[in-house]
């Protein structure tokens, strides 16, 4: 069981920066982490994902906003997120996975608002 903890969300104005964290237990380098995000009533959307190998991908509407990153020596992934927008406000999650398997953190809340 791999157990995902996210940190670093808050509130912050449009325009703004956060950095999430998602921090594990488990060494994470040979998951596919993924960060997405989830408005209540909603399906979750992609926001960047990080392959084992490097490869990295970004959803749309995030696209040069955003950047993930890996720290396997602290078993996190991060989410850089820059000059963000009041659409930007979601719960972010995330997603671990491996070999079929996949795990989920409890997310965190960014509202971007003035």
């Known amino acids: 069981q791999v157990q995902l903890v996210e940190s670093g969300g808050g509130l912050v104005q449009p325009g703004g920066s956060l950095r999430l964290s998602c921090t594990s237990a488990t060494d994470l380098s040979f998951y596919t982490m993924k960060w997405y995000r989830q408005l209540p009533g909603e399906q979750r959307e992609l926001v960047a994902g990080s392959g084992s190998g490097g490869s990295t991908d970004y959803g749309y509407s995030v696209k040069g906003r955003v950047t993930i990153s890996r720290d396997p020596t602290k078993k996190t992934v991060y989410l850089q997120m820059n000059n963000l927008k009041p659409e930007d406000s979601a719960t972010y999650y995330c997603?671990?996975?491996?070999?079929?398997?996949?795990?989920w953190g409890g997310g965190t809340l960014v509202t971007v608002s003035s």
């Open positions: 997603n671990a996975v491996l070999g079929g398997f996949s795990y």
